[in-house]
């Protein structure tokens, strides 16, 4: 069971440079996010895709973009990387948030990415 | 601006002693998850807590939510190795069903 697929795992980049991280989940869920995870800071989403078609800006979205380019697939793209974007990436989706309480989300692996 | 406040932030313990981990706020959530991450990988749920004063068993595990929906505590009877991670706490406000609050966390080490 593949559930959420994140790539790449690992990626250093000097600070100026652009890159695309890769998401795709094979569970048929309408919901896709973005968290960032830093030391002592818990997870911070940065963006979030509610359904195919639709993008929205979470608590952190500024120096990021999103493109939700399928149900399965949802990519974060940082388009001038700065040190202070050095973090743990992830990637997760859910069925879609449920009333009376709230459908679980399913993580990918992360991307661990360096800006120096 | 909504905070969930997880304690301790870090605790080491023998294998085969009991802890208990705490997620307080001032605001109240719709529900409140738990999970648990395991280095190099994403976080995995562990349990969701809906009503107010519900508990929860997982094996080893018991989850509470509390009666005012502000706070849960996961608390571990006879803890293992296989414990070990980091424990991590999310609510869903009352005003989103999107947007989760996550605690920091509670870095736990089991040692044998």
């Known amino acids: 069971n593949a559930g959420v697929t994140q790539t790449p795992k690992f990626q250093v980049l000097k600070t100026g440079q652009s890159m695309t991280l890769q998401c795709a989940q094979d569970?048929?869920?309408?919901?896709m996010y973005w968290y960032r995870q830093d030391p002592g800071m818990g997870l911070r989403l940065i963006y979030y895709?509610?359904?195919?078609?639709?993008?929205d800006k979470g608590e952190v979205p500024n120096g990021y973009n999103v493109s939700r380019l399928n149900k399965r697939e949802f990519s974060l793209r940082l388009e001038s990387a700065a040190p202070s974007q050095t973090s743990v990436y992830f990637c997760?989706?859910?069925?879609?948030?449920?009333?009376?309480?709230?459908?679980?989300?399913?993580f990918g692996d992360g991307t661990r990415l360096s800006i120096l | 601006t909504q905070l969930l406040e997880q304690s301790p932030q870090f605790l080491s313990i023998q294998e085969g002693e009991n802890l208990t981990v705490y997620c307080n706020s001032s605001?109240?959530?719709?529900?409140l998850q738990w999970y648990r991450q395991e280095p190099g990988e994403g976080p995995v749920l562990l349990v969701t807590?809906?009503?107010g004063g519900e508990v929860k068993k997982l094996k080893r595990l018991t989850f509470q939510f509390g009666d005012a929906r502000k706070d849960s505590s996961l608390h571990i009877t006879a803890a293992q190795t296989g414990d070990t991670g980091l424990y991590l706490c999310?609510?869903?406000?009352?005003?989103?069903?999107?947007?989760?609050?996550w605690g920091a966390g509670t870095k736990l080490i089991i040692k044998p």
């Open positions: 895709s509610a359904s195919e078609g639709t993008t």
């Open positions: 605001s109240v959530f719709s529900s």
């Open positions: 999310a609510g869903a406000g009352l005003d989103s069903n999107y947007q989760l609050i």
């Open positions: 997760a989706s859910s069925v879609s948030p449920g009333t009376g309480g709230y459908q679980p989300q399913h």
């Open positions: 569970m048929n869920h309408n919901s």
């Open positions: 807590v809906v009503t």
